[in-house]
């Protein structure tokens, strides 16, 4: 789980993965389903080496089962490569990437990604069909063109890969980093799986956006 950011689009000196959310740092919501997740079987945070907050929270729930690694990098894809060479896990293991800004995702859509990507060759990643008409901006802030949105899909994660794959797919890209594990995997040749998401594992980019995790995860409770 890459958390090196300093989620400058919030307009807040709180990294985003630490903002407050339900009483608890927004990274902690994130890192709870995964860690309850019977098939998960160990988390790793990705960290940046100056990061001054993740040692003024608890972690204690989360036990033996979560390593901080302090290596992050400029970018998330830097992030999540130093983190899987810092890992030297074995070639076939499944790595789940997840972002620490998405902490509404559910074991329900963690169920899916496993079963239907459990026995594939290649990986995927969770993602839903574009709905919305797309534009193409020209000069003047002007639409240039609208783009046929058939076939196109809005990546989430988690993105899921076997380790030895993935760390070859991003060491491939040198200083040109990908933004996403599956741009990635793609410009090695693959094909990775797309895997039905929903909308509510939104990512929490703008302030409106917590507001929101805030009455999903809230709701949940209630449940």
Same mark, same amino acid.
């Given at each position: 789980?890459?958390?090196?950011?300093?989620?400058?689009?919030?307009?807040?000196?709180?990294?985003?993965?630490?903002?407050?959310?339900?009483?608890?740092?927004?990274?902690?919501?994130?890192? @709870?389903?995964?860690?309850?997740?019977?098939?998960?079987?160990?988390?790793? #945070?990705?960290?940046?080496?100056?990061?001054? +907050?993740?040692?003024?929270?608890?972690? @204690?729930?989360?036990?033996?089962?979560?390593?901080?690694?302090?290596?992050?990098?400029?970018?998330?894809?830097?992030? #999540?490569?130093?983190? =899987?060479?810092?890992?030297?896990?074995?070639? &076939?293991? +499944?790595?789940?990437?997840?972002?620490? *800004?998405?902490?509404?995702?559910? $074991?329900?859509?963690?169920?899916?990604?496993?079963?239907?990507?459990?026995?594939?060759?290649?990986?995927?990643? !969770? $993602? #839903?069909? #574009?709905?919305?008409?797309?534009?193409?901006?020209?000069?003047?802030?002007?639409? $240039?063109?609208?783009?046929? /949105?058939?076939?196109? +899909?809005?990546?989430?994660?988690?993105?899921?890969?076997?380790?030895?794959? !993935?760390?070859?797919?991003?060491?491939?890209?040198? @200083?040109?980093?990908?933004?996403? &594990?599956?741009?990635?995997?793609? /410009?090695?040749?693959? *094909?990775?799986?797309?895997?039905?998401?929903?909308?509510?594992?939104?990512?929490?980019?703008?302030?409106?956006? =917590?507001?929101?995790?805030?009455?999903?995860?809230? $709701? /949940?409770?209630?449940?």
């Amino acid at each position: 789980m890459p958390a090196a950011g300093a989620g400058s689009r919030m307009g807040g000196t709180v990294p985003k993965q630490y903002l407050p959310l339900l009483d608890k740092p927004l990274i902690h919501h994130t890192l @709870s389903v995964f860690n309850e997740h019977p098939c998960v079987h160990g988390l790793a #945070v990705v960290i940046s080496p100056e990061d001054g +907050w993740w040692d003024t929270y608890d972690w @204690s729930a989360f036990g033996d089962r979560l390593t901080v690694l302090r290596c992050g990098g400029e970018t998330r894809a830097a992030s #999540v490569l130093n983190g =899987l060479k810092a890992m030297e896990w074995d070639d &076939e293991d +499944w790595v789940l990437v997840h972002d620490a *800004a998405r902490p509404c995702i559910t $074991a329900t859509l963690l169920d899916r990604l496993f079963d239907e990507l459990r026995e594939d060759e290649v990986g995927g990643l !969770l $993602a #839903v069909p #574009v709905a919305d008409t797309l534009k193409r901006a020209g000069v003047g802030q002007r639409v $240039a063109s609208t783009e046929p /949105r058939e076939s196109l +899909w809005q990546a989430q994660t988690p993105q899921m890969f076997h380790y030895g794959l !993935l760390k070859r797919a991003l060491e491939s890209f040198g @200083s040109n980093m990908p933004t996403d &594990e599956a741009q990635a995997v793609e /410009r090695l040749g693959f *094909a990775p799986k797309l895997i039905l998401g929903e909308r509510n594992n939104l990512k929490v980019t703008f302030p409106e956006d =917590l507001d929101m995790a805030g009455m999903l995860l809230q $709701a /949940r409770r209630q449940l």
